[in-house]
């Protein structure tokens, strides 16, 4: 009723606002008093803060009510951030101290399953490593000259923050720090260029800039002509004249609910770039092999494409609350039966019998598969209490017992596993336990006839002021050529695709205080400038696209796509390929599992020595468990689909994540694990809870064998932005 009446007004009225008069609305005041109150703060459109105002002066509402600012990131003390939680009291201070511990990321004192992880951070293979790091070394000095040439651009884009040249000291000593982990085949590349050369380069960059800014590809906006995207966007648009001569455009989402409100584009009005002027063409005469070679890919799972089907309810008329609960119930009974599907495939399984017909069992051994709903160490054991289709039982698992105690570290709550033993009284006595894991071996994949090579990146950040902006921009500038050795030339020649796994983007209202710290304060603006940035991706390179946490796009997993009203920019580019998180990539008979990778804080809030600056060892958990976010209820939101999407149904030859901002990468029973970093520097919040990321560092994979080929450092433009 209050909000038609607005409407009809041409008023606006935020839902936390519209909670906060509703109750009072034609009792304590009339439509007429709050629209004038309104216009006497020349605005129309009310918001909470406006709305508790005009309360107060109503005295309807005393000063100490409230609004609770709702987050997606709840505040914390920095010490609860990796708190195990219930089920694992026995291990929380291990965890606490690996997070808050100084970082020292190639010194993992690993407790637990590291064994079975064949990681390449050790060992010979360093010295691979540092030979490069020399290199970078060597061209510091270069570097720091080329920063300052590139200040003096006149195409330099303002973040609003004051520009900043760096001294030696961060830089080597972060270097020091990850330059390990690439083995034989691998090469990790700066992008220094020998001093001249490099001043030429600069210099005829800046002259095609500002030439090209003229041309007509690089407007930011291209004329919409209405077609193609049938979403409601066009047909839901209303405009409003609220007196002051300012028109507001209102964009209506479902049910006619007001879902944004775009002010009139006034140019020249805007205080930061959307980086329009960003222009870079592939370099002159340079080979792009990768455009000869033919296209092989397709996106094999991706959310939009699983038709749910509604849950079942008596009739129409039954409550939400019961709706909502058949849909967990769909939910769990096809996490339970999918997981039944992936343990049947192990040979030492045996006869795999429901939990209500246990007491039918005499004397022999069975297996039984169930959801961990709690899990507790006592003297002797562990104890689970495990749930299926058909009901609940108590497992009591010795220490004595071959993986015992190492298989309970693993298993995170409400995670599906097996157990083979025998039933007693109200209790199952296992022998044994089975995570659902990956086979440990993966039958070699025919060779291809010629190398193509896949980027991976994630979490870009976008509108955030710690954006790497001029890192991105050189990155840009080298995949259109702009080389320093002919290894390099190699890669550049034959990348043919760039899988980008969500955080895309900076958002707007994800944590509390991050208004302060963006560049871009408006979600339209950011997908804007996203766009005119992916738009020097040269047109043979396939981009995959999926959301990510900051994205505009449903918080709760599984995330279907973006929402086109917002991020409509990256939808119009020509080369991109919107995915959903998770999704499924098939490049050339390679399978590629790209999440965002919310899981893996739960991973580190679960399972003893796990840690945010080795993101890899997380995924490696998720993996062994075929799960993406197995734990209900804890930091992960998971949407109550009536299918189970986040469970890894199919081993993937490569498993990306990005979303904790750590480049980090090892082998698993033959799958290629991958977290592939940020492209954000460390933000005051990342400050508070000690994370620290590694931004800048492109992953580059051989398609063929689906493992890490080079990876290239552009940090050297980004390190203290
Ligand atoms: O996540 C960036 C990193 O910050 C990732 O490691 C998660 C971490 N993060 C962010 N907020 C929190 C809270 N509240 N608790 C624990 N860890 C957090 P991004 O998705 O880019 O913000
Ligand atoms: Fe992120
Ligand atoms: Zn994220």
Same mark, same amino acid.
Request: charge should be negative.
């Given at each position: ?31 007429? $008093? ?39 990131? @709840?505040?914390?003390?920095?010490? *609860? ?38 990681? @390449? ?11 490069? +790091? ?41 270097? %020091? ?27 005829? #960059?800046?002259? $095609? ?39 507001? +455009? ?13 002010? $009139? ?26 455009? *000869? ?15 749910? =089907? ?21 939910? /769990? ?22 939990? #209500? ?6 004397? *022999? ?108 921009? +050189? ?13 390099? =030339? %190699? ?20 944590? @509390?205080?991050?208004?302060? *710290? ?87 809030? /679960? ?7 080795? @993101? ?106």
């Amino acid at each position: 009723m209050l909000v038609e009446d607005l409407i009809k007004n041409n008023y606006l009225i935020t839902p936390s606002a519209y909670y906060l008069l509703e109750p009072h609305y034609r009792k304590d005041f009339t439509l007429a $008093e709050l629209i004038k109150f309104a216009k006497s703060r020349g605005t129309f459109v009310i918001d909470s803060p406006l709305a508790e105002e005009f309360l107060m002066e109503k005295g309807i509402i005393s000063g100490g009510e409230v609004l609770n600012q709702q987050s997606l990131y @709840p505040t914390q003390e920095p010490n *609860e951030i990796s708190s195990s939680g219930e089920i694992s009291e026995d291990s929380g201070e291990t965890a606490q101290s690996q997070v808050f511990n100084t970082y020292s990321p190639e010194f993992s004192d690993e407790t637990g399953s590291k064994s079975q992880v064949s990681s @390449p951070e050790t060992g010979s293979s360093v010295s691979t490593g540092n030979s490069a +790091k020399s290199e970078i070394l060597v061209n510091h000095q270069v570097e720091i000259s080329n920063e300052t040439a590139a200040l003096l651009q006149p195409s330099s884009i303002s973040t609003g923050m004051p520009p900043k040249l760096e001294g030696d000291n961060g830089f080597s000593g972060d270097k %020091e720090n990850f330059t390990g982990g690439f083995s034989e085949g691998e090469s990790f590349i700066s992008t220094g260029t020998p001093e001249s050369e490099s001043r030429e380069n600069e210099a005829s #960059a800046m002259l $095609e800039s500002s030439v090209d800014t003229s041309h007509p590809e690089s407007l930011p906006l291209e004329a919409e002509n209405g077609s193609g995207y049938g979403n409601g966007y066009l047909d839901s648009e209303e405009y409003y004249e609220n007196g002051n001569g300012v028109k507001p +455009k209102i964009v209506y989402g479902d049910y006619g609910v007001p879902i944004a409100y775009v002010g $009139e584009d006034v140019e020249g009005e805007k205080s930061y770039s959307t980086y329009e002027d960003v222009v870079i063409r592939p370099k002159e005469g340079f080979h792009y092999r990768a455009k *000869e070679i033919p296209d092989e890919w397709e996106v094999t799972f991706d959310v939009k494409n699983v038709k749910f =089907e509604a849950p079942k309810v008596k009739n129409a008329a039954s409550k939400e609350g019961e709706i909502i609960i058949q849909a967990y119930s769909s939910y /769990f009974k096809s996490r339970l039966k999918k997981m039944r599907r992936i343990l049947r495939e192990n040979p030492e399984i045996g006869t795999v019998i429901d939990i #209500a017909k246990l007491s039918y069992v005499r004397d *022999e051994e069975v297996t039984i598969i169930g959801l961990i709903s709690e899990k507790r160490e006592t003297a002797r054991g562990f104890m689970f209490e495990v749930e299926d289709a058909t009901g609940r039982i108590k497992v009591f698992l010795g220490k004595d017992k071959n993986g015992a105690s190492k298989a309970y570290s693993s298993i995170m709550p409400d995670s599906v596993v097996a157990f083979r033993g025998q039933p007693g009284r109200g209790i199952f006595f296992a022998n044994r336990v089975f995570l659902p894991d990956v086979p440990k071996f993966r039958r070699e994949k025919p060779p291809l006839k010629e190398k193509v090579y896949a980027i991976l990146l994630s979490d870009i950040h976008v509108g955030s002021n710690k954006f790497c902006e001029k890192a991105f921009e +050189k990155f840009l500038e080298w995949l259109n050529g702009e080389v320093n050795s002919r290894t390099e =030339e %190699e890669l550049v020649s034959r990348v043919k695709y760039m899988i980008l796994g969500g955080d895309l983007v900076d958002g707007v209202g994800i944590y @509390p205080g991050q208004y302060n *710290e963006l560049a871009i304060p408006d979600i339209f603006d950011q997908y804007e400038a996203l766009a005119n940035l992916l738009r020097n991706v040269p047109e043979h390179i396939t981009m995959f696209i999926g959301p990510g946490n900051h994205d505009a796009a449903r918080t709760a997993l599984p995330q279907p796509g973006f929402y086109e009203e917002y991020a409509r920019p990256i939808y119009k580019l020509k080369n991109a390929v919107i995915i959903s998180n998770p999704a499924v990539i098939n490049l050339h008979g390679r399978e590629f599992l790209i999440a965002h990778g919310r899981g893996i804080e739960d991973v580190v809030d /679960f399972i003893p020595g796990r840690s945010h600056h080795r @993101p890899a060892e997380a995924m490696v958990d998720l993996l062994k468990l075929r799960h993406l976010a197995p734990t209900f209820g804890n930091k992960v939101p998971i949407a109550p689909d009536p299918e189970d999407t986040l469970v890894i149904e199919s081993v993937p030859d490569l498993f990306q994540a990005g979303h904790v901002h750590v480049l980090q990468h090892l082998t698993y029973n033959g799958v290629f694990v991958i977290n592939s970093g940020t492209w954000q520097a460390q933000t005051e919040f990342q400050k508070m809870v000690n994370i620290v990321p590694t931004p800048a560092r492109v992953p580059i994979i051989d398609v063929e064998t689906a493992r890490l080929r080079a990876v290239v450092s552009f940090e050297q433009f980004c390190e203290g932005v």
